[in-house]
């Protein structure tokens, strides 16, 4: 007896005309009895939505319900029939297939993988294993096995492919024996060997609702027990010759069927800000007809929801996704993957992002709230710690045993102390974890352990959502985890951490977790949910070609017209499939409108969708001209950050005023003058706020960090009298090598230092190899080095100097001051390493204006250090200079200034101006001419915001 087909008709939402039918046929005394009834729908969704509908009849009419079973599609054949063995897994499936393949000789491998991975590389035999194990699923699920290719391979022309099926049925023999061996069978296998025994059968009514594209070995089963089961056909019955037997669609039969629309249902617009754009305009269009939950916006296009979400929210409305949030943007699912390349590998890199994790980063505040001391640059804050670490040492990798010795060597270190105890703290969590490559079960049992530690005390609220979210996560993770540790010993593949969390995470990629029910949103639909959906007003958005209808390219096994000649799935079905669902929506929905774009989310072009160039020729025609002119001017987009007509003169958003009332004068540095007359307010920020930007993103030592490795070893140079009266150049490049390395081995630690960073110490090196040259010759010309500055960056030298008859104190450091016994004078030098030379006046004055003080004040600031006593110094014998090492060899020296008494008075004046300015506490407003260096104030200063720009920023009084 044929299975009984059923019409519904398309007039009314598929779900509501199947509910009717249901309950008029299961409905005997005041009871609706549907627990001897299996309902078939092709997804969750759909099932969840008949039951509440069900419920809602039944209470309408008062009856007593007993609900049915709904499965899907992939549940139903084992409800036929009783498997004599346990089923695989698909895991299990996937790491029996790669086992096989690993195991055969790579010669026999060669016509299906010229270039097999290499014993070490598991995740690519395991996406080999996936593609083999999806292969044989789709034939098997038709009635097929890989040597259906081979048998009718002999009545086609031209197919050389033998040797490849010949190696695919090999291997899937071998896979089918291994899962033997473990006492498993494969599912769609032991589905066929059902069907050649006649084993389904059941005392069930199955009725299958919407599943009008069946594989073959369902349709087979659905045979042997047809007199219980009838299909509900979403469809009139005078479309019955469209729809064969079993209630599936008739490819041929809809290829061409004229869609009832109208042209003002189908619009055209450009890319995803034009389509989010119409959906707001077509909801604002239907004027509160309907409820948030009648109007669904179908997505065709998934990378068009945040589009969609973020539009709709802008304008007040929510939108539910019903695909909800991906695990792999889960906490758990990243904390996995950021704290497993820390223990793999130790990168820098990878410790900032693993303590960076939200959850790692509460875990370590509250293990070391009790242990770390405040240091005066981070404070207690961990990210800081590291990023201050960094930035002093810019190491690509970590040692223990280095942060050790930094912290023996110099105990006052408050950065490195932090980094220890982080670092110890972190490295708790994986005590125990082999540093060798395990069975991957080995792995999951550590991994477990680690989120055990990290979430297990953590208190969820089940009813906040976020808190929902990562419960489910944290429970989908460790199903994953479980899966891999209870797998058969002998599948377990030997890996490395990394691999083995990749293996883990792979099933998690495209898991999501679906939001609670929202009665006040619009829902977002997948383009497939949309025929099973009810809700009577409906938008679709990219309906173009590769979308709708969907078509998949590039098979390497099956291209689509071997499927054809097979009988799996190829584009005709897909078309026909999408064409019907089209038919559905067309008829069944009050207010229905299609979208189509000329640009992706990627701007790639896109082409509008076949399905709608279907029905008379001339109205294809006309529709082709009217798609494929030049579109319409898009109107004007609205301003959604404030409403018409109330947009503000100013921006809210305005630099902060300073107060420094707590705040007071009494020394200065020579160098904090140059920040000064640069811009009051951003010395306000640097040096009375003492605001500091940290970061982990340089890749190389900055301007500064290189100056300072230079300033080191000549400071060090400076100090050794032995050596810096030397006049022979070889011995100074030697002792310049020496230090150079020893200190670069502290500061650097070129052994763990990225490779850039070693490259500049380099560069360093052939800066001081030069610098050697010239002192030489200066040391021969009569010039002697009589004080350099000390290491401690905390020793500076003081004068008091007197400012309208109140005293402010001077602080500094000098490089270094030579005396030349022959000329009676000091040489006051700064050293200077950027890469072009330049003279002081250069540096000191912009068009005549002082713009730094730093040399005319150490001709104050050189007197605390009592030089003048100890040697014969002429009237006006003391010179002021920089001592400049290039990029340039040629260029390095020194430069010496030729400013007059006059300019150098006029430099105090200046000084004295700064100082006045200070003690009043003159802070505002920014200069409008951002400084011509970089620093970590422009944002707050909004040196780039528009109304700087055009200068139409308002100063305060």
């Given at each position: 007896?044929?299975?009984?087909?059923?019409?519904?008709?398309?007039k009314?939402a598929?779900?509501?005309?199947?509910?009717?039918?249901?309950?008029?046929?299961?409905?005997?005394?005041?009871?609706?009895?549907?627990?001897?009834?299996?309902?078939v729908?092709?997804?969750?969704?759909?099932?969840?939505?008949?039951?509440?509908?069900?419920?809602?009849?039944?209470d309408?009419?008062?009856?007593?319900?007993?609900?049915?079973?709904?499965?899907?599609?992939?549940?139903?054949?084992?409800?036929?029939y009783?498997p004599?063995?346990?089923?695989?897994?698909?895991?299990?499936?996937?790491?029996?297939?790669?086992?096989?393949?690993?195991?055969?000789?790579?010669?026999?491998?060669?016509?299906?993988?010229?270039?097999?991975?290499?014993?070490?590389?598991?995740?690519?035999?395991?996406?080999?294993?996936?593609?083999?194990?999806?292969?044989?699923?789709?034939?098997?699920?038709?009635?097929?096995?890989?040597?259906?290719?081979?048998?009718?391979?002999?009545?086609?022309d031209?197919?050389?492919?033998?040797?490849?099926?010949?190696?695919?049925?090999?291997?899937?023999?071998?896979?089918?024996?291994?899962?033997?061996?473990?006492?498993?069978?494969?599912a769609?296998?032991a589905?066929l060997?059902?069907?050649?025994?006649?084993?389904p059968?059941?005392?069930?009514?199955?009725?299958?609702?919407?599943?009008?594209?069946?594989?073959?070995?369902?349709?087979?089963m659905?045979?042997?027990?047809?007199?219980?089961?009838?299909?509900?056909?979403?469809?009139?019955?005078?479309?019955?010759?469209?729809?064969?037997?079993?209630?599936?669609?008739?490819?041929?039969?809809?290829?061409?069927?004229?869609?009832?629309?109208?042209?003002?249902?189908?619009?055209?617009?450009?890319?995803?800000?034009?389509?989010?754009?119409?959906?707001?305009?077509?909801?604002?269009?239907?004027?509160?007809?309907?409820?948030?939950?009648e109007v669904?916006?179908?997505?065709?296009?998934?990378?068009?929801?945040?589009?969609?979400?973020?539009?709709?929210?802008?304008?007040?409305?929510?939108?539910?996704?019903?695909?909800?949030?991906?695990?792999?943007?889960?906490?758990?699912?990243?904390?996995?993957?950021?704290?497993?390349?820390?223990?793999?590998?130790?990168?820098?890199?990878?410790?900032?992002?693993?303590?960076?994790?939200?959850?790692?980063?509460?875990?370590?505040?509250?293990?070391?709230?009790?242990?770390?001391?405040?240091?005066?640059?981070?404070?207690?804050?961990?990210?800081?710690?590291?990023?201050?670490?960094?930035?002093?040492?810019?190491?690509?990798?970590?040692?223990?045993?280095?942060?050790?010795?930094?912290?023996?060597?110099?105990?006052?270190?408050?950065?490195?102390?932090?980094?220890?105890?982080?670092?110890s703290?972190?490295?708790?969590?994986?005590?125990?974890?082999?540093?060798?490559r395990?069975?991957?079960?080995?792995?999951?049992?550590?991994?477990?352990?680690?989120?055990?530690?990290i979430?297990?005390?953590?208190?969820?609220?089940?009813?906040?959502?976020?808190?929902?979210?990562?419960?489910?996560?944290?429970?989908?993770?460790?199903?994953?985890?479980?899966?891999?540790?209870?797998?058969?010993?002998?599948?377990?593949?030997?890996?490395?951490?990394?691999?083995?969390?990749?293996?883990?995470?792979?099933?998690?990629?495209?898991?999501a977790?679906?939001?609670?029910?929202?009665?006040?949103?619009?829902?977002?639909?997948?383009?497939?949910?949309?025929?099973?959906?009810?809700?009577?007003?409906?938008?679709?958005?990219?309906?173009?070609?590769?979308?709708?209808?969907?078509?998949?390219?590039?098979d390497?096994?099956?291209?689509?017209?071997?499927?054809?000649?097979?009988?799996?799935?190829?584009?005709?079905?897909?078309?026909?499939?999408?064409?019907?669902?089209?038919?559905?929506?067309?008829?069944?929905?009050?207010?229905?409108?299609?979208?189509?774009?000329?640009?992706?989310?990627?701007?790639?072009?896109?082409?509008?969708?076949?399905?709608?160039?279907?029905?008379?020729?001339?109205?294809?025609?006309?529709?082709?001209?009217?798609?494929?002119?030049?579109?319409?001017?898009?109107?004007?987009?609205?301003?959604?950050?404030?409403?018409?007509?109330?947009?503000?003169?100013?921006?809210?958003?305005e630099?902060?005023?300073?107060?420094?009332?707590?705040?007071?004068?009494?020394?200065?540095?020579?160098?904090?003058?140059?920040?000064?007359?640069?811009?009051?307010?951003?010395?306000?920020?640097?040096?009375?706020?003492?605001?500091?930007?940290?970061?982990?993103?340089?890749?190389?030592?900055?301007?500064?960090?290189?100056?300072?490795?230079?300033?080191?070893?000549?400071?060090?140079?400076?100090?050794?009298?032995?050596?810096?009266?030397?006049?022979?150049?070889?011995?100074?490049r030697?002792?310049?090598?020496?230090?150079?390395?020893?200190?670069?081995?502290?500061?650097?630690?070129?052994?763990?230092?990225?490779?850039?960073?070693?490259?500049?110490?380099?560069q360093a090196?052939?800066?001081?190899?030069?610098f050697?040259?010239?002192?030489?010759?200066?040391?021969?010309?009569?010039?002697?080095?009589?004080?350099?500055?000390t290491?401690?960056?905390?020793?500076?030298?003081?004068v008091?100097?007197?400012?309208?008859?109140?005293?402010?104190?001077?602080?500094?450091r000098?490089?270094?001051?030579?005396?030349?016994?022959?000329?009676?004078?000091?040489?006051?030098?700064?050293?200077?390493?950027?890469?072009?030379?330049k003279?002081?006046?250069?540096?000191?004055?912009?068009?005549?204006?002082?713009?730094?003080?730093?040399?005319p004040?150490?001709?104050?600031?050189?007197?605390?250090?009592?030089?003048?006593?100890?040697?014969d110094?002429?009237?006006?014998?003391?010179?002021?200079?920089?001592?400049?090492?290039?990029?340039?060899?040629?260029?390095?020296?020194?430069?010496?200034?030729e400013?007059?008494?006059?300019?150098?008075?006029?430099?105090?004046?200046?000084?004295?101006?700064?100082?006045?300015?200070?003690?009043?506490?003159?802070?505002?407003?920014?200069?409008?001419?951002?400084?011509?260096?970089?620093?970590?104030?422009?944002?707050i200063?909004?040196?780039?915001?528009?109304s700087?720009?055009?200068g139409?920023?308002?100063?305060?009084?």
């Amino acid at each position: 007896m044929a299975i009984q087909r059923a019409f519904l008709g398309w007039k009314q939402a598929a779900l509501l005309a199947a509910t009717d039918y249901i309950v008029e046929r299961y409905s005997r005394d005041r009871e609706c009895d549907l627990s001897n009834v299996i309902v078939v729908v092709p997804g969750s969704r759909a099932g969840r939505r008949l039951l509440e509908l069900l419920v809602q009849r039944a209470d309408d009419r008062q009856l007593l319900f007993m609900p049915p079973r709904i499965v899907t599609e992939g549940e139903l054949p084992e409800l036929l029939y009783e498997p004599q063995r346990p089923l695989a897994a698909v895991l299990v499936q996937q790491l029996a297939w790669m086992n096989v393949l690993q195991q055969t000789p790579p010669a026999q491998l060669r016509p299906l993988v010229p270039h097999p991975p290499g014993a070490d590389d598991p995740i690519r035999w395991l996406e080999l294993a996936e593609m083999f194990r999806r292969q044989h699923a789709e034939f098997a699920a038709d009635g097929l096995d890989f040597s259906a290719v081979l048998q009718r391979s002999k009545e086609w022309d031209n197919f050389s492919e033998e040797a490849r099926w010949q190696t695919l049925r090999k291997l899937q023999l071998a896979y089918l024996l291994k899962l033997d061996e473990l006492h498993l069978w494969d599912a769609q296998t032991a589905r066929l060997v059902a069907i050649q025994k006649k084993e389904p059968r059941t005392d069930c009514d199955v009725i299958l609702l919407g599943m009008v594209d069946m594989n073959k070995a369902l349709r087979q089963m659905l045979d042997l027990v047809s007199t219980r089961v009838t299909a509900l056909i979403v469809a009139p019955t005078a479309e019955a010759e469209r729809f064969d037997s079993h209630g599936c669609l008739i490819p041929e039969a809809w290829q061409q069927l004229p869609l009832p629309l109208a042209e003002s249902q189908m619009v055209r617009v450009e890319g995803p800000a034009e389509q989010a754009d119409s959906v707001v305009n077509w909801v604002r269009d239907l004027n509160g007809r309907y409820a948030a939950d009648e109007v669904v916006v179908g997505v065709a296009d998934e990378a068009l929801v945040p589009q969609l979400q973020r539009e709709l929210q802008q304008y007040g409305l929510t939108a539910r996704w019903v695909e909800g949030k991906k695990v792999a943007e889960s906490a758990p699912y990243r904390l996995l993957d950021a704290t497993t390349a820390y223990a793999e590998r130790r990168r820098f890199a990878d410790l900032a992002s693993c303590v960076r994790h939200p959850d790692i980063y509460d875990w370590l505040q509250a293990r070391l709230a009790s242990k770390l001391k405040t240091t005066k640059r981070a404070g207690r804050d961990v990210p800081t710690i590291l990023d201050c670490h960094y930035a002093e040492r810019l190491s690509a990798w970590l040692d223990g045993e280095d942060l050790s010795a930094a912290v023996q060597r110099n105990e006052q270190d408050e950065i490195a102390q932090a980094m220890q105890l982080l670092v110890s703290e972190l490295e708790s969590l994986f005590v125990a974890w082999p540093t060798t490559r395990q069975p991957v079960g080995v792995w999951m049992r550590h991994t477990s352990k680690l989120l055990e530690t990290i979430y297990g005390e953590r208190f969820v609220e089940r009813y906040e959502l976020a808190d929902r979210y990562l419960l489910e996560c944290c429970h989908k993770v460790q199903d994953s985890l479980t899966a891999l540790a209870d797998l058969p010993a002998h599948l377990q593949p030997l890996m490395s951490l990394t691999d083995a969390i990749a293996l883990a995470l792979r099933p998690l990629e495209r898991v999501a977790i679906s939001p609670p029910p929202d009665s006040s949103a619009i829902e977002l639909l997948g383009w497939l949910e949309l025929p099973l959906d009810d809700a009577p007003a409906l938008i679709v958005t990219t309906v173009n070609e590769g979308f709708v209808p969907e078509s998949r390219k590039n098979d390497a096994f099956l291209p689509d017209a071997l499927r054809r000649e097979l009988g799996l799935l190829h584009d005709d079905r897909r078309y026909a499939r999408d064409a019907y669902s089209l038919q559905v929506l067309a008829h069944s929905r009050p207010d229905f409108k299609l979208i189509t774009a000329r640009f992706d989310t990627k701007r790639d072009p896109l082409a509008p969708s076949r399905l709608l160039f279907t029905g008379p020729a001339e109205q294809i025609a006309q529709r082709a001209l009217r798609w494929f002119s030049p579109p319409p001017p898009a109107l004007p987009r609205p301003n959604l950050l404030a409403p018409a007509g109330k947009i503000p003169l100013h921006s809210t958003l305005e630099v902060p005023r300073p107060d420094a009332s707590s705040w007071e004068l009494d020394e200065i540095t020579v160098t904090q003058f140059r920040s000064y007359l640069a811009c009051p307010y951003r010395f306000y920020l640097s040096h009375v706020l003492r605001l500091q930007s940290h970061s982990d993103q340089a890749a190389e030592l900055d301007a500064p960090s290189f100056g300072n490795l230079i300033h080191d070893v000549l400071q060090d140079f400076g100090r050794q009298e032995e050596i810096n009266r030397s006049t022979d150049s070889h011995k100074l490049r030697n002792y310049f090598n020496e230090r150079l390395d020893a200190i670069a081995a502290v500061r650097c630690r070129p052994r763990h230092a990225r490779a850039a960073v070693r490259v500049q110490i380099e560069q360093a090196r052939l800066r001081l190899r030069a610098f050697a040259d010239w002192q030489a010759a200066r040391t021969e010309a009569g010039w002697q080095i009589v004080f350099s500055e000390t290491i401690d960056l905390n020793e500076k030298w003081r004068v008091k100097w007197q400012v309208d008859d109140l005293p402010i104190t001077l602080a500094g450091r000098i490089d270094r001051i030579d005396y030349h016994p022959g000329q009676r004078t000091l040489s006051v030098l700064d050293y200077k390493t950027s890469d072009t030379a330049k003279g002081p006046d250069q540096v000191h004055r912009r068009a005549g204006e002082w713009v730094d003080l730093q040399l005319p004040l150490y001709r104050h600031l050189y007197k605390s250090i009592g030089l003048d006593a100890n040697f014969d110094i002429r009237s006006e014998g003391v010179q002021l200079g920089y001592v400049n090492l290039p990029k340039d060899p040629a260029s390095v020296g020194d430069r010496i200034a030729e400013w007059s008494p006059g300019e150098l008075a006029d430099a105090d004046e200046q000084a004295r101006h700064v100082i006045r300015a200070l003690r009043e506490k003159t802070f505002w407003p920014p200069n409008e001419v951002a400084p011509t260096f970089e620093d970590a104030y422009s944002a707050i200063c909004q040196d780039y915001s528009l109304s700087r720009l055009f200068g139409s920023r308002e100063v305060a009084p």
